[in-house]
């Protein structure tokens, strides 16, 4: 082999390497400021948390319920729920199906999972399929627009499973 090629070789693969670090390292970025955020937040119950993750222009759909809301309305729900000193956190987990990103921009589709204890202690389960766009603000991803729906009560642990979980990002990204 010709030392030109050898420097070729070397060079697409320092590139392909480079590449490959680099997606990495944005969803990595998109899925702790998003979905790690989000995650401690409803483990947690810190409002503060929830609320900073969220622009201060974003939209919020619920499908099943039929409503549109601005994020000043929908932030005030989740403050007077989880100002209550009875309520028990109900952790949330994510999967996705559909990553499409660009500079600024990123559009996820996913399920959704949330862990309840009831007055039993007896863990129930609550799953929804949702899309989100999440917009980078101040070197932050930051939801813009939230939808979800249980799809007419379509949406369990099946599905949950199907989809993939946050860290095989190959496998959801579309690109």
Known sequence: ?????????IIISSM????????KSIH???NTDMYENFSKAYKTLDF????????KDMIRISGDGGQIKDVKTYLKRYQKRWSDSNRKPSPIDFRLFERVYSDSLVSDRGIYR??????????KYSYGQ???VLRLENGLWKILLDYDSNENKSIN??????????????????H
């Open 1 to 9: 082999m010709s030392k030109i090629k050898t420097i070729f070789i």
């Open 114 to 123: 949330v862990t309840y204890s009831d007055d039993k202690n007896q863990t």
């Open 157 to 174: 642990k099946e599905r949950y499973e199907l989809a993939f979980p946050l860290s095989e990002y190959k496998k959801y990204w579309k």
């Open 16 to 23: 392909i390497h480079t590449i490959t670090a680099q997606n």
């Open 48 to 55: 503060d948390l929830f609320a900073s993750i969220h622009s």
């Open 28 to 30: 990595a970025k998109i």
């Open 130 to 132: 949702f899309h989100v």
